[in-house]
């Protein structure tokens, strides 16, 4: 299974859009890995994670056709994951057909369906749009993949989903956006014997030393999130951690300086077009 980020930063962006502060100005002047768009993903070129405001443009910058694309799962609704006033311009007239047109089902909470609705109900979108509610620890087979969805801890007015998925053979939990994770989430996995190959960790706030906020998570809670899975055998040595979708408010968050940071705490991190091949 070949996950790409195409964003990792959280709602505003490195640098955030209208921010002067001592990082954002930093990652004007360094670039590269030190510039992040907000938080996107791809499986296998098959399986969208997320649409937010960058969508569009990340697309182009990785090559990838959204006219071919069938299968979106969101997250939840905050504007740096879930942006459908773009998911509406496959609306006929904004987008021209041929009879070669390609049904995208879009999947997601409550919140995410009741947004995508109202377009998917327009006589403009007849057969390019669908949806698929899910509920926490609901399975649903998309293409090859085994999705299972779990509850977020994270704003409860924008539905929030993580998402354990699988291939059949490999298997990644896309824990976007939450704070640590609920009890029920981890009865769960003990119940069922969940494992997962990959890891991708919220890191919001970096390497900033405490925090009380419960919805997001800093280094310190990737640790204790990365030791209970291999102590419940929810992961194992082998596993790859993956810290991702930073703010530019959170300590040492610069992509040169926090790899170094989280490296020695055995985890890898996110950069903006990053493929990996779990
Ligand atoms: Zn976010
Ligand atoms: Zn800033
Ligand atoms: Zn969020």
Redesign the pocket.
């Known amino acids: 299974m070949k996950l790409q980020y195409w964003g990792t930063a959280a ?1 505003e962006g490195v640098p955030a859009i209208f921010c002067r502060c001592e990082v954002c100005q930093e990652a004007r002047k360094r670039g590269g890995r030190n510039l992040r768009g907000r938080p996107n993903a791809l499986i296998d070129g098959v399986l969208k994670i997320d649409f937010n405001p960058d969508t569009y443009q990340q697309s182009i910058r990785y090559g990838v056709d959204l006219t071919e694309l069938r299968y979106l799962l969101v997250t ?1 609704t ?1 504007s ?2 879930f942006y459908p006033k773009d998911i509406f311009m496959r609306r006929k007239g904004f987008a021209n057909y041929r009879g070669d047109n390609v049904l995208l089902t879009v999947y997601g909470s409550d919140k995410v369906v009741e947004q995508i609705r109202p377009a998917q109900e327009s006589k403009s979108m007849e057969g390019l749009l669908d949806s698929v509610l899910l509920r926490p620890f609901d399975t649903v087979q998309i293409d090859k993949y085994t999705v299972t969805a779990y509850p977020g801890h ?2 409860p007015d ?1 539905g ?1 989903l993580i998402y354990g998925i699988s291939d059949g053979e490999r298997s990644l939990l896309y824990c976007h ?1 939450s704070g640590p994770l609920k009890e029920e989430v981890w009865e769960n996995w003990k119940a069922n014997g969940t494992y997962f190959n990959y890891v991708s960790m919220d890191c919001t706030e970096g390497a900033t030393p405490s925090m009380s906020y419960a919805h997001h998570m800093n280094l310190a809670r990737d640790i204790e999130l990365r030791d209970r899975m291999l102590a419940e055998g929810v992961a194992d040595e082998k596993t790859v951690f993956c810290c991702n979708h930073f703010s530019h408010n959170g300590g040492n968050s610069l992509y040169d300086e926090f790899k170094e940071i989280a490296a020695k705490e055995g985890f890898i991190v996110s950069y903006d077009g990053m493929e990996v091949e779990i």
Request: proline share 10%.
């Open positions: 709602a939840h905050h740096d994951h994270h704003a924008s929030p956006d």
